[in-house]
Nanobody, 123 residues
Framework: QLHLAESGGGTVQAGGSLRLSCQDS????????VGWFRQPPGKERQFVAD????????SYADSVKGRFTISRDNAKATVYLQMSSLKPEDTAVYYC????????????????WGQGTQVTVSS
């Protein structure tokens, strides 16, 4: 199982950067595809990015390509989301999630979720 906890959210001005972290305490982190989803105010939750168990394969939503970078450190059981050139429309609660699958999390509902962290981008 994964036991995920996000950190690093906050308020930033448009054009700024933030790095989110998500650490697993379940002990089997390296066996899972993990990624990030977000839920903007009044909207449904949406896929942001994910990374394969090895970190070699990554995928991104079109809306964040070129601005966000996902990475993982299996030794620290942590996945990161580096967000740059932030826009007001990036405002959302960001969730870390994972599943033990050999595929992207995009279009799927992961089995394990963190509690979420708020990111607010002011204009």
């Amino acid at each position: 199982q994964l036991h995920l906890a996000e950190s690093g959210g906050g308020t930033v001005q448009a054009g700024g950067s933030l790095r989110l972290s998500c650490q697993d305490s379940g002990g089997t982190f390296s066996r899972y595809t993990v990624g990030w989803f977000r839920q903007p105010p009044g909207k449904e939750r949406q896929f942001v990015a994910d990374t394969s168990w090895s970190g070699v394969s990554t995928s991104y939503a079109d809306s964040v390509k070129g601005r966000f970078t996902i990475s993982r450190d299996n030794a620290k059981a942590t996945v990161y989301l580096q967000m740059s050139s932030l826009k007001p429309e990036d405002t959302a609660v960001y969730y870390c999630a994972g599943s033990r699958i050999w595929a992207t999390l995009n279009g799927q509902t992961p089995d394990y979720w963190g509690q979420g962290t708020q990111v607010t981008v002011s204009s």
